[in-house]
Nanobody, 124 residues
Framework: QVQLVESGGGLVQTGDSLMLSCAAS????????MGWFRQGPEKEREFVAG????????YYADSVKGRFTISRDNAKNTVYLQMNRLKPEDTAVYFC?????????????????WGQGTQVTVSS
């Protein structure tokens, strides 16, 4: 089992920045590719960003490319999502997830472990 705990969400204004963190415990963190997903009100869960085992491969949804950055620190068992130039449409619950599967990383069903989520609200 891998336990994942997200933090860093909150209420911000359009154009602001936030950094989300996801702390992992349990099995060896560096054995898992990590992803961030989000789910807005009455919407399906959607892929935001993914990162490979060593952090060299990163993947982004078109809607966040150029604004969000995913990174990981295997020594701290943590994955991050730096979110800049936030927009109201970024409002959602953000989840981190872990997978032992090979890329592609954009499909929720490929992830074995999920955190409980952290709310991000962007006011206009």
């Amino acid at each position: 089992q891998v336990q994942l705990v997200e933090s860093g969400g909150g209420l911000v204004q359009t154009g602001d920045s936030l950094m989300l963190s996801c702390a992992a415990s349990g099995r060896t963190f560096s054995n898992y590719r990590m992803g961030w997903f989000r789910q807005g009100p009455e919407k399906e869960r959607e892929f935001v960003a993914g990162i490979g085992l060593r952090g060299r491969g990163t993947y982004y949804a078109d809607s966040v490319k150029g604004r969000f950055t995913i990174s990981r620190d295997n020594a701290k068992n943590t994955v991050y999502l730096q979110m800049n130039r936030l927009k109201p449409e970024d409002t959602a619950v953000y989840f981190c997830a872990a997978t032992s599967a090979l890329p592609p990383l954009h499909t929720p069903a490929r992830y074995e472990f999920w955190g409980q989520g952290t709310q991000v609200t962007v006011s206009s």
